[in-house]
């Protein structure tokens, strides 16, 4: 990891190149444009050798003097020099924020808003990230943060001009709530761990913090709390970057599986950041429907699917980053006709405590869906 | 606060009373029954005394034997000898978990579950906690939980068999995360605070926390990420206990003005608990439609109101305790006049720290609406 102020002072050079190199276009006389990758699904491809999805060759050019874009290339490099000055005075802002200081900034003369709308300013953003080869977190634009982590780690955050140290062991029943920007000025270090477990609910999280799990199989435990934000997808690609192994651990439904494979390929439509956020080793402990033959007494807990759970499970079975792995093809075909989904909760019918159990069971079998 | 053994022991007494009852019912060969208030909406009032929502007079009985009641009344003794055996062993759940345990615990041998759907099982935990006037957070019921929280306080955690101690003021870009239950085995000592200040959005939450405003103004900030969890409701409540003045900060639309009465008066569907969440005297600070003549910027920050905040205006309108003050009906009036609304974010048009002064501003002038 880059330090904070090599990250804020090489993303500021970026976004001076890139203003020069439309200011140079114009002194040449010629039409001031970028060059994007594109982002729609049809260039969105699946990275065999490093096991993630990501955009492919295909480019687009964004030129200012064409009337149909020379509006949205004006509200683009609005944005950049917004971004610039957002990271000159060492400040944060979502894409809301931006929104309306863009908005503001015309003033009540001019009878043309730059945005009338957020939807307008959004999909720049991301023509923005990817023209500049840059996350949003690095134009200091804060995405949605959600998800909570325990376990033996030191967190390092240099918040403006102070920096405050965090015990992961320390943080007691409510956990560390990781933040939408874990690159920039903060630092991960002393990490007593051999695994990252992550829950994709926060009541199983509670749970296993509660018997003290990652205390006693020495483990960071992280819930995302449903689908993981952009913060703590990037948290966990860190973690397994540092060499630890990532188990998730979701419901065996629809959900269950896009939030595992959201973390493991990264998502088609954030495929422009699998690279940073997609973490390919992690593997699935459960919820599976052969977990029905493993624990019988989970038959009379599974619940009935419903159509998006039907046909999230034939989507999957049609995309080839899946359906290679004849484990997953089985297990859907499984969902498929048994028409039943389980949820992870139901492993705490027996006892709450179950689910230690199960986990423990799961990981010293190595019996991972991959 | 009592202290956690003093709850937990409490609510075991409480409940093995309820079940002592029950049992001297059959040994009197009485029909065994239970009185609860009835929690429908015409039994929700306003208490001008104590200025929140409260449950009326009306109540109901429930009888085992009675065929309509004899199911929905054993479920009800099954919950509670099901929170009596979480509270002995020291264990949280959530109604997800206790609705899967007793699910469970009827086996495969009884074609009969207690429960199929747990929407048969949560309204009898409400049923349960108006009986027995208890909040299920102290029958060890975990809620889920939204919210954060940062300034100079100490919390004293005892989680388990460990005590921790976190630092309000030195939570970094994370805050400390709100847990479901803030009263059982948790405290809150040496606050250093003149105010608490609630922040609807998350993203204003970080703006102030970014810029320290909980420190150069003595504050204690909350966001409650949209409408608040219980627990941070009943936090917002105890530290109002505290003897701190409590000011909300929401955007002016629907949502906005619903957070702020939840917070101030309870809500109707949990008017059961509102006398220990409810926090009938904080103050809404902003952003009001009259805020457009002391901040023309604003002018043309504002958004056309949908259908939603419509009906919520002219439903405040018709509520006693909302019309009993003429701020709140020129505001509404006027967002129903204009048509528009304005969120918090627009306060940072000009810059992105302009909502310190906002706050700063209103808070001195004592510009508030009730």
Redesign the interface.
Known sequence: MQNDEDQSEKTKKILTEFGKMLVQDIFSEKNPSFNTPVRSRSNVMFDNSKGLLKLGDSEETHSFINTSQSKSFMQTVAIAAKCYS?IK?N????I??LF??L???L??EIDENIFNEQSESNPLIEDLEVALKLRREQLNL?A??KG?LVGDIR?I?K??D?T?E?DGS??????????S?VDND?KFEDIHADYVLVVEK??LW??L??D?FWKKENAIIISPMGQAARGTRRLIRKLSDKGLPVYVFNDCDAWGWYIYWTIKTGSINLAYISEDVATPSAKFIGVTMSDLEKYP?L???TMRTNDMDIKKAQEMLNYPWINRYPEWVKELKLVLSMKKKL?Q??L???K??FVDEYINDKINKKDFLP
Chains 1, 2 share one sequence.
């Open positions: 957002f005075q400040q944060h802002a979502t809301r924020d309306y200081q908005k503001y900034s003033g009540e804060n949605n943060r909570v967190i955050d918040f403006g102070e405050v965090i320390k943080t007691g029943r409510s956990g560390w709530a990781i933040p920007d903060i926060d009541a509670y749970r913090n509660e003290k007494f038959k009379n807990l949820e909760n139901s705490e019918g027996p709450l405590s």
